[in-house]
């Protein structure tokens, strides 16, 4: 008789067993965020000297990234933040006694439980792709993480020219020099009585700087001009090649002429 | 840029947004360039 009824005993079992683990699991974390909150006072007084020190890291560092040790989107953050060379403070929450409080405290400041939460010059940059200013990395890609760093203190772009390729260009064509670019490579005198008055160039820089271009309408032309007579000659080329039957190695001589025109036309096109 | 010739800039911010334009801006040329150059060198191949 009692084989007829096992299986349903068993899961009667198993389901008290359950209820049971239900019953104690929601226990635990009251135990666990209790216990590592140092301070001696009621909860109220611990979640504000949390929240207290909350604020402080966060005010006090030029960018900080609360963060956890295994989370796959504070790790692209923090490799995002190493890319561009800013200097950071993680605080990771799981490692960290107080986190679980720090979190609650987190998510009542930014209206998000998730990490990672990033703070830029003390503003809330948002996570990896979203929250505050959009994430860090959005803000990246949108251009816009760098100069909220430099902002903050935790990027200093003044050792940039450091690196051997700016420091080249840098040589060849150095600001200052009474110069102006020609045909992207030439250099060519500025004729002094054609330079324009203080204000029309800073009207100039200031056109130049909301479009984020660097060379100027005559320089666009020129490279107009360059890029449709190489996009004429890159033709006739691969036009003579197809027709000599040139074996395919040999049609990879398209490439230099070819990369000239696109340059000097996308340049002319961009401004850049 | 504004007429004078060849002018460092002096807003580091922007100079660092001019670079990344212009970093994105060359490698989106060689990969334009080299992707044209290998449909150049295998289309006439494979017709």
């Not at chain 1, 490579?185 to 130049?208: G, N």
Request: charged share 20%; net charge positive; aromatic share 4%.
């Amino acid at each position: 008789m009692l084989g007829k009824y096992r299986n349903r005993i068993m899961v009667l079992a198993t389901l008290l067993v359950a209820a049971s683990a239900l019953h104690v699991i929601p226990r635990l974390p009251k135990t666990r965020i209790a216990g590592p909150i140092r301070c001696s006072e009621s909860a109220t007084s611990s979640n504000a000297a949390v929240a207290e020190a909350l604020m402080k890291v966060i005010s006090d560092s030029p960018c900080v990234v609360f963060s956890r040790t295994t989370c796959p989107y504070c790790l692209q953050t923090k490799e995002c933040l190493d890319r561009v060379g800013a200097t950071y403070r993680v605080v990771e929450l799981d490692a960290d006694p107080q986190g679980p409080a720090m979190r609650k405290e987190l998510a009542s400041l930014t209206g998000r439980t998730s990490v990672p939460a990033v703070f830029i010059g003390g503003i809330f940059a948002g996570g990896a792709n979203d929250g505050g200013l959009g994430g860090v990395l959005t803000l990246q890609r949108e251009g816009a993480l760098e100069p909220l760093l430099v902002e903050s203190g935790a990027l200093d772009l003044s050792g940039q020219m450091s690196d051997p390729v700016a420091q080249l260009f840098s040589s060849l064509f150095q600001g200052g020099s009474g110069k102006r670019i020609a045909w992207g490579v030439l250099q060519q005198d500025v004729d002094p009585a054609a330079v324009p008055d203080a204000d029309e160039r800073a009207r100039r820089r200031e056109v130049a700087a909301s479009s984020l271009t660097n060379i100027d309408a005559a320089e666009r032309q020129r490279r107009q001009l360059a890029g449709t007579a190489m996009s004429i000659a890159t033709g006739a080329l691969a036009v003579s090649l197809l027709a000599a039957h040139a074996a395919p190695l040999t049609r990879v001589a398209i490439a230099p002429p070819l990369f000239l025109a696109y340059g000097y036309l996308a340049s002319a096109r961009e401004g850049l | 840029m504004d007429g004078s010739g060849l002018q460092r800039i002096a807003d580091p911010v922007l100079a660092t947004r001019l670079r990344t334009k212009v970093n994105t801006f060359n490698a989106r040329s060689i990969g334009v360039v080299a992707i044209a150059t290998l449909l150049y060198v295998a289309v006439p191949e494979l017709l």
